[in-house]
């Protein structure tokens, strides 16, 4: 968290290492400078820590958090429920979109993870 905070002047709201990548989690007001020009300061962070920078974006609705992760799809509905075992969200996108969130498992995985750690959101369905 440091090292974002060192080198963007961007303190993250969450962070944590994955297999090969740092992932942080990032008030939307401040996404642009973390990202830097041109992706510039994700890169010099990229270098310094030796490991892929993944960037996602926290915002205080759990669903424009899903909306802005699956960026690469579109989703019709992002429901979330409260459940006997916790919270639950249901991602609702036809098969296309489907197929795209689901193309990419660690980013899934990341994503799945991030929620709980800020959200309580314990599973995520896309159907």
Known sequence: MNGLDKIANVMPRDCFVGDNSVVFLVHEEHMKKAIGKNGATIEKISKTLNKRVELFEYTKEPEKFFEKAFYRAKIEKVEIRETKNGKIALISADNTN?????????????????????????????R
């Open 98 to 126: 489907k197929r795209i969130m689901l193309q990419n498992m660690g980013r899934l995985k990341k994503i799945k993870q991030l929620a709980k750690r800020n959200y309580e959101i314990g599973e995520v369905r896309i």
